[in-house]
């Protein structure tokens, strides 16, 4: 097979970095040199910071100071930075050579290919948004593939690796590949033998639809979500009580197996209790936001206990949701962190209007599954005990339900 993919696929490219003539990318091949080699100087730290010379910004990297222009796209010669690292003279040498760092003629070279390609300047990754890519047409088949749509992109990247699909899996070992794959369970003997004994070209279809339509495949898919949103069936610290927040885990459950849209999910989570006539489901969707841990400690101090709470629920919806670890921010601001102090306070404050996040007794008012993000008059409603809360009629619900 090595060879007859070898002959198929006689273009091979290395995705880990630019080959020879392949297009340079500034993330993957530019940032990792300026970084280690230039930021120490030119980054972001205003009091270390030499020749009043940025190259960690775009605006910087490209900007004109008296005729002098670090990065000009598609020259050269006429870009300050790569005379510098390029230079014969060692006074004029960057890095300094008493920093005891140096560039590699292979990223000098980088450096200069990235330039005339045009130096195009990338935002962290994270910030870049995702891309539809270009379907990979017109590829040979090998070993029977592709069949179907998505293999397209996975033959693409195994022929940039050199390697060959593997071999179609036996009935058997297949059937259990696929159970444990979308229901966490091995497949039960009587299983394994009817799918064994079935010809049909649509077996494995079947076999694949039966395994979606399974309750259980809602309960294994919801497992890495139940982690992420930090579930537990106790309040955690020292006495460690009982909490009815299955309510909420079977819900999760509930709406894998129901294929709900993430938007929706999404929605419902964070503030179902802000739609139009919320439905009890939705209201029970938001104990996301009370998953945190409960401190039932006679002598906590209240204001302190919130001020964890609501952060927990910051940082917890900053890493499922927008997929940024915000919680450095908490303290102090960073130079290399995208979200600011500031910014992270602005979030807590969101939170901080959260139905029930004031209440004052933190070990008792503890009563159910629900916490939306809530409106302000809710919350202030709840806080004057003017009105009961829709956590408390939620909860009455489920009550008589259970
Ligand atoms: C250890 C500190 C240090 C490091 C690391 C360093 N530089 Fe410099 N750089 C300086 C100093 C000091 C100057 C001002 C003196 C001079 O012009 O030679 C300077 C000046 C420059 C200038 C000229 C700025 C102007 O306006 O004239 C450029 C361009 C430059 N550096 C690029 C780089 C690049 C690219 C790197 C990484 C490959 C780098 N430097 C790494 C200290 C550093
Ligand atoms: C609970 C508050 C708090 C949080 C959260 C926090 N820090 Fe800090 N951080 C501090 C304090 C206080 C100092 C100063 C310590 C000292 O000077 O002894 C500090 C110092 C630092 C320093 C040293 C700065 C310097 O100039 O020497 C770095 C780097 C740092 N923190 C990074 C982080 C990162 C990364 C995170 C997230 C993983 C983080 N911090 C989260 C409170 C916090």
Redesign the pocket.
């Known amino acids: 097979m090595a060879t007859l993919l070898a002959g198929l696929f006689p273009f091979v490219c290395n995705p880990a970095h630019a080959v020879d003539g392949g297009p340079v990318e500034f993330n993957r091949d530019i940032r990792p040199?300026?970084s280690d080699?230039?930021y120490?100087?030119?980054g972001p730290d205003a009091n270390k910071r030499?020749?009043?010379?940025r190259?960690d910004t775009e605006a910087d990297a490209f900007r004109d100071?008296a005729g002098?222009r670090?990065f000009v796209a598609g020259k050269p010669s006429e870009s300050?930075?790569y005379r510098?690292?390029t230079t014969a003279d060692a006074?004029?040498l960057?890095?300094?050579p008493d920093?005891g760092?140096a560039?590699t003629d292979s990223e000098k070279e980088l450096v200069r290919r990235w330039i005339e390609q045009g130096a195009k300047w990338q935002n962290h990754w994270a910030f870049i948004p995702a891309k539809r890519p270009g379907f990979p047409l017109g590829q040979a088949r090998a070993g029977g593939w592709p069949l179907n749509v998505i293999d397209h992109f996975i033959l693409d990247r195994l022929r940039a690796g050199q390697l060959a699909p593997s071999p179609v899996a036996g009935r058997r070992t297949l059937i259990r590949r696929a159970t444990l794959d979308l229901t966490g369970l091995p497949p039960t003997p009587a299983e394994i033998e009817a799918f064994a004994a079935d010809s049909s070209p649509r077996a494995y279809e079947r076999l694949v639809n039966r395994l979606l339509a399974s309750p259980r495949y809602g309960e294994h898919m919801a497992q890495a979500w139940l982690d992420a949103a930090r579930y537990a069936d106790t309040n955690g610290f020292q006495a460690d009580r009982t909490r009815n927040q299955w309510h909420w885990r079977d819900w999760v459950v509930d709406a894998l197996n129901r294929n709900m849209p993430f938007d929706q999910f999404t929605i419902e989570q964070l503030a179902g209790d802000l739609l139009p006539k919320p439905s009890l489901g939705q209201l029970i969707a938001t104990g996301f936001n009370r998953n945190h841990m409960l401190n039932g400690e006679g002598g906590a101090i209240a204001a302190e206990t919130q001020v964890e709470y609501v952060v927990d629920r910051v940082e917890t919806t900053g890493t499922v949701w927008l997929g940024l670890t915000v919680g450095c921010a908490r303290c102090h601001d960073h130079k290399y962190d995208p979200i600011s102090q500031n910014e992270f306070y602005r979030f807590v404050c969101l939170f901080q209007r959260t139905a029930g996040a004031r209440r004052r007794r933190h070990g008792a008012h503890y009563q159910g599954a629900h916490a939306g993000t809530g409106g302000q008059d809710q919350a202030t409603r709840d806080h004057a005990g003017r009105a009961p809360s829709r956590a408390q009629s939620a909860l009455g619900q489920v009550r008589r339900r259970a």
Do not use: G, T, Y
């Not at 030499?50 to 010379?53: D, E, G, H």
């Open positions: 040199i300026l080699n230039c120490q100087c030119h030499k020749a009043k010379l190259l100071e002098v670090p300050e930075a510098r690292i006074d004029d960057m890095p300094p920093s760092r560039l």
